[in-house]
């Protein structure tokens, strides 16, 4: 069965500091991949997504991320944070029947 | 121009109660989705329907019925609202399959 995991449940990173958030996959195929944010009482919003081709992957707001095959990982990074980066990142993968499974989230804590 | 909105916003309502929650797009994608999100921010996909049927159903209760009357709309159904149903209920959309969903704002339901 597909499944995401993403192992860190909170983050705390300084302001200007660089930022990698993991996440591996599970999934039988070449995978559909996502990062999306979601800001307190906000729905959910796409950074970027990988479906195939060069490995590295730019998204909005600065955010990468790096397609790793052979680790099962599609891990976010960003080089300076932000406080307005202060949020939940979710990775996600799309499955072939339609659906797209979430990892659990990881909370990202900006100090200032 | 909202893409994906959902009404209402916020819902409280009493045990036992029957409600609903709205979701439009204004996209033209085929596809839609419901998720729940609870309280540790955990996603998961409830239901999809593509060009107003359904694809996916993920072992929900059934009190819990999703209706689409075009494939612009997806409503939501609740009957007999328990106290578990607390939740924040997100709807998506995607133009085909396994490509990028884009979520509404997200309905806070409180079962009291």
């Known amino acids: 069965a597909q499944s995401v995991t993403q192992p860190d449940i909170h983050i705390t990173v300084s302001e200007g500091a660089s930022l990698e958030l993991r996440c591996n996959y599970s999934?039988?195929?070449?995978?559909?991949l996502f990062w999306y944010v979601q800001s307190p009482g906000q729905g959910l919003q796409l950074l970027l997504k990988y479906f195939s081709g060069d490995t590295l992957v730019q998204g909005i707001k600065g955010f990468e991320a790096e397609f790793k095959r052979s680790q099962s990982s599609f891990n976010l990074r960003k080089p300076s944070v932000h406080w307005s980066d202060a949020a939940e990142y979710f990775c996600a993968v799309g499955a072939r029947d339609d659906k797209i499974i979430f990892g659990k989230g990881t909370r990202l804590h900006i100090l200032p | 121009d909202t893409a994906v909105s959902q009404t209402p916003k916020y819902l409280v309502t009493q045990m036992g109660n029957d409600k609903s929650i709205k979701c439009e797009q204004n996209l033209g994608h085929d596809t839609m989705y419901w998720y729940k999100q609870d309280s540790k921010k955990f996603l998961k996909i409830m239901f999809s329907y593509n060009n107003k049927e359904l694809i996916i159903n993920e072992t929900v209760p059934n009190r819990f019925s999703p209706k689409s009357p075009d494939k612009a709309h997806l409503n939501l159904h609740i009957n007999s609202l328990e106290l578990g149903d607390s939740a924040v209920y997100f709807c998506?959309?995607?133009?085909?399959?396994?490509?990028?969903?884009?979520f509404g704002q997200g309905t806070r339901l409180t079962v009291v």
């Open positions: 998506a959309s995607s133009p085909f399959g396994v490509t990028e969903a884009f």
């Open positions: 999934y039988g195929a070449t995978p559909y």
